[in-house]
């Protein structure tokens, strides 16, 4: 059997994509977290040779596996010092641009507005993550009767939080707010709200006072089940802070149309992922306070099969 370990720094947003890209080449990968120290995490992974000097805490040792799936940077330094631990044997796919040479990986899987090409370089338009067409369906099972129990259209509202630079502002959550306003207006829809961990409490309150304004608008209180999965299967429509990749990527994944209301402070690979997706039509960015309900999508867009297939051909399974 194939051995697969889906090695990060620990960042969920890494963490989702090493492991939705090894869940569909094996159910049974190990999950791996190397939070590599300073001064090694300042440098690019290929200048720094000393990776595993604290590997036996976090459970990095051999027997190597025969696929190591990393993503961002900072697990670079980690995959070569296996590769060459290994001996050479164990292969290499590194999600995002790994800021290193590409060639010294077997496949390289970074996001197209990084614009790094090579013959084994995959550039992908969203992010990678694990709701493929079998777990949203699975989802929509166990969701559509408490997220949509009648025709009334459902929109999905997923709410993120200040990360790096970007700030949720109060400018930012009354766009969020009046769009939901506007929405049930225009439709008589139902409304899902989810915050993240991310989220600040005096957002959270806003939230939670629209909710009690309108028995139509629900936000998920963090306790119980997370209607996260649910809400892709099930939503007619999203609008998502556009602070995250991830979020946006697996909100494309449904199908559904997708408005994407930008934070301020972000840097220009943020803007330019964005952008690229709006430029598209795979996106509508929310201004005025009211969602483009002209707005349609392109469809799904879910590169996890195309990256995986890409692997299996690697390993020759």
Known sequence: MTSIWALTTGEAGMRTQARGLAARISASYEDKLFPLPAPWSWLPGHLAPFALMRAAPHGLAPPWPDLLITCGRRSVAA????????RGRTRLVHIQNPQAPARLFDLVIPMKH??????????VATALHPFTPEVLAAARAEWAGALKPDSRPLLGVMIGGPTGRMEMTEDVVDGVLSAVSAFREQTDGRVRITPSRRTPEPVRARLREAA????????????????????LACCDRFLVTGESVSMVSEALSSGAPVHVARLPGMGARHQAFLDMLEGDGA???LSGGALDLGHTGTGPTDPGELAAARVRALLDV
């Open 283 to 285: 996106i509508s960015r």
């Open 114 to 123: 990084d614009r790094l090409e090579g013959p084994n370089v995959l550039p």
């Open 212 to 231: 009690l304004a309108d028995e139509f608008v629900d936000v998920w209180s963090g306790e119980g089940a997370n209607p996260y999965a649910g809400m």
């Open 79 to 86: 995959a070569l010092a296996i590769r060459r631990a290994s």
